[in-house]
């Protein structure tokens, strides 16, 4: 109950093309799913963040789909660039849990042709 | 502003020995967490730490330990090192712990030969 699903693995797109990045969980007391992007040598950084009240939110290229009844989220990436080659994870959480423990995904490495 | 700050970005060790890693949150956070990453897989859950106090604690041996100095400063431990326990050690400030707006460090990456 407390992993989340993450794919696919890998990812090749060309330069332009929409990348597509799917979670999955279970436990229904996750209210915050961020998503992070990691580059070699480097820790994750915050992308974007969705809470399950709303089905869609976007900033910038980056979008994030959400749909509570399959329990399932997904990233987009329009118009994507060889600089947005890296590894995404999926997480989530509890937001009012005073742990503020994340919950990742195994990680999806996306590599973008010029 | 300097962000999360994590040392030594490297260290090798061997088989059995001890090692403790160091980490400085952003100014003005109270909250540090620390993560395992292995290879090709996501960040794990090791510890947080909320002033001074211990409030979670991931599915990790006794081997691993943590402690937050009145700075607010981390110290992770690690003891009797396994060659299981080669990953990328991450430490993540916030202001109280929440998971909003997590800030990473770089990393520390440990190799237990």
């Known amino acids: 109950q407390q992993q989340v699903k993450q794919s696919p693995q890998s990812l090749i797109v060309q330069k332009g093309g929409i990348p597509i990045i799917n979670c999955a969980y279970e436990n229904t007391a996750f209210d915050y799913f961020p998503w992070y992007q990691q580059f070699p040598g480097k820790g994750p950084a915050l992308l974007i963040a969705i809470r399950p009240d709303v089905s869609e939110k976007k900033e910038g290229r980056f979008t994030i789909s959400f749909n509570k009844s399959a329990k399932q989220f997904s990233l987009h990436i329009m118009d994507s660039q060889p600089g947005d080659s890296a590894t995404y994870f999926c997480?989530?959480?509890?937001?009012?849990?005073?742990?503020?423990?994340?919950?990742f995904g195994q990680g999806t490495t996306l590599q973008v042709k010029p | 502003d300097a962000g999360v700050t994590q040392s030594p970005t490297h260290l090798i060790k061997t088989r059995g020995q001890q090692v403790t890693l160091r980490c400085s949150p952003i100014?003005?956070?109270?909250?540090v967490s620390w993560y395992q990453q292995v290879l090709g897989q996501g960040p794990q859950f090791i510890f947080q730490?909320?002033?001074?106090?211990?409030?979670g604690r991931g599915n990790f041996p006794d081997r691993f330990s943590a402690r937050q100095f009145p700075n607010y400063s981390s110290e992770l431990n690690v003891n009797a090192l396994l060659l299981g326990d080669s990953a990328l050690y991450l430490c993540a400030s916030s202001f109280q712990g929440e998971p909003y707006g997590y800030t990473f460090g770089s990393g520390t990456r440990l190799t237990v030969v």
């Open positions: 730490y909320y002033e001074k106090e211990e409030r």
């Open positions: 997480a989530a959480s509890i937001g009012s849990s005073n742990t503020g423990k994340l919950i």
């Open positions: 100014s003005g956070h109270k909250s």
